[in-house]
């Protein structure tokens, strides 16, 4: 079994940059995909990026391209979102997950239930 952990979030102040990192424990060699959500109270969980796992492949949703960048460690079976720029609609918790195989094209893949492992979330709260 997988289990993802992630860390990174806080507050800070509109124009500010954060990190987030995911680490994958256990059974870590039968992922093709990794990405990150989001969420705020009362609404769904949002995409925000994704990166195929072998081939680094990078996946943006619209409202976060061009101020956010994922990338990953693979030795350190890590994921991070470098988050620049952040405003205060970013404000939210972020999350962690991982897809075992992959069908069709990593881009498509821009759904919760696309995900089966996830994490438990870190706050990024920015001020405005």
């Known amino acids: 079994q997988m289990h993802l952990a992630e860390s990174g979030g806080g507050l800070v102040q509109s124009g500010g940059s954060l990190r987030l990192s995911c680490t994958a424990s256990?059974?870590?060699?039968?992922?093709?995909?990794m990405g990150w959500f989001r969420q705020t109270p009362g609404k769904e969980r949002e995409f925000v990026a994704s990166?195929?796992?072998?081939?680094?492949?990078?996946t943006y949703a619209d409202s976060v391209k061009g101020r956010f960048s994922v990338s990953r460690d693979s030795a350190k079976s890590t994921m991070y979102l470098q988050m620049t720029n952040l405003k205060p609609g970013d404000t939210a918790v972020y999350y962690c997950?991982?897809?075992?195989?992959?069908?069709?094209?990593?881009?498509?893949?821009?759904?919760?239930?696309?995900?089966?492992?996830w994490g438990q979330g870190t706050q990024v709260t920015v001020s405005s």
């Open positions: 997950a991982a897809r075992s195989i992959c069908y069709a094209d990593v881009s498509a893949y821009t759904n919760g239930p696309d995900y089966g492992t």
């Open positions: 256990g059974d870590t060699f039968s992922k093709c995909l």
């Open positions: 990166i195929s796992w072998r081939a680094g492949r990078p």
